[in-house]
């Protein structure tokens, strides 16, 4: 099968249609028509095999998760999904590995109301690549920059979950029957917040999306804004799979620095607590309050208000 007679049977003409795509896959170029008085947000990850993910992946999952942590880039921006390309380096055309890869995709772009307008198919070691542009009122996307001293901390969902699964799938840990498929999934299926990321424009004063890990993502936030903070760390929301899974050291371990859970996390002013209120329960999103933005440059973590230090031993695979 050719390159062209790939994209035609598995990429053209599939995803939702939208009005502001003038032109779509199949010329040199996609055009497309931005609203007016709308900022464009664009972000680009690459998936690269046996970096990134396992060969053993389902191409389903595949094909959805790499959609969906493009996705929430943009929820973490506060931008609503538009369109995207889709670059795809693959070793050999393996149709059933491309419909299964497909329907993982398009999964993902009918549920989102994301337009693939175009892409690039090449033959080398297995890599996807998806660049994603979303709109935003202009002056209204959110930032790591805009934090203040007093601000509180909120996380959407549960931490930790995501880690615990790949580490299911790596073999390197077993729970409890009733919970591994849950957790296995929370791995392959992440939820971008994107209706989250889109109400807490003009409540939130900066936001990022957890993918490396609570630690590290926050620290990229407190650079930006130039502040510290306190996180309190019997506040951080897990689930009950982490909690009856694994050893209490060990969730906490898994919550603060386990990546790819994909929540975002967030700063707001004691003033917009309501409004938030407001915003997140409308858009059906549990969020938890884990501390609070202070000045200087530190990050203290807090155990029941005592000082926490943390002492991960044992962990290796983590970074
Ligand atoms: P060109 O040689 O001009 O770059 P291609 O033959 O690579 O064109 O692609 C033809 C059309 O198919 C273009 O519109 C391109 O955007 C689209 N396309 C190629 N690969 C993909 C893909 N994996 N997904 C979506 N569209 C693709
Ligand atoms: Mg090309």
């Not at 690459?46 to 959609?67: C, I, R, S, W």
């Not at 549990?286 to 031993?313: D, M, V, W």
């Amino acid at each position: 099968m050719k390159e062209f007679q790939l994209i035609e049977k598995y990429f053209q003409g599939r995803g939702p249609l939208r009005k502001d795509v003038v032109l779509g896959i199949g010329d040199d170029c996609a055009l497309l028509k931005p609203a007016i008085r709308k900022s464009i947000a664009i972000s680009c990850d690459t998936l690269v095999e046996n970096t990134h993910f396992f060969p053993d992946m389902p191409a389903q999952a595949l094909g959805y998760k790499a959609l969906a942590v493009n996705l929430s880039d943009l929820a973490a921006m506060g931008a609503e999904p538009a369109w995207m390309t889709l670059a795809l380096t693959l070793p050999e055309v393996d149709e059933a590995w491309i419909k299964d890869f497909s329907e993982g995709f398009f999964e993902a772009a009918d549920y989102y109301s994301i337009a693939l307008v175009g892409g690039d198919t090449t033959c080398g070691p297995k890599s996807i690549t998806i660049t994603v542009q979303g709109l935003v009122p202009e002056g209204a996307a959110l930032t790591r920059q805009g934090a203040k001293n007093g601000d509180w901390i909120y996380v959407t969902g549960t931490l930790g979950d995501s880690a615990l699964g790949l580490d299911i799938i790596r073999g390197a840990v077993d729970v409890r029957p009733e919970y591994r498929q849950a957790l296995i999934t929370r791995h392959y299926h992440p939820t971008p917040r994107v209706l989250a990321g889109q109400s807490l424009r003009n409540i939130a004063t900066s936001a990022i999306d957890i993918s490396d890990g609570l630690l590290s993502d926050i620290a990229h936030v407190l650079k930006a804004s130039n502040c510290g903070a306190e996180i309190e760390i019997n506040d951080l929301p897990m689930s009950q799979g982490l909690k009856d899974c694994v050893s209490e050291e060990q969730a906490r371990h898994y919550a603060l620095c386990g990546g790819e859970d994909y929540e975002l996390l967030f700063t707001v002013p004691e003033s917009q607590k309501g409004a938030l209120h407001m915003a997140l329960t409308q858009a059906g999103v549990r969020f938890t309050c884990i501390g609070q933005i202070r000045s200087g440059k530190k990050l203290k973590l807090t155990l029941n208000g005592a000082p926490f230090e943390a002492s991960f031993t044992g962990f290796e695979h983590f970074k």
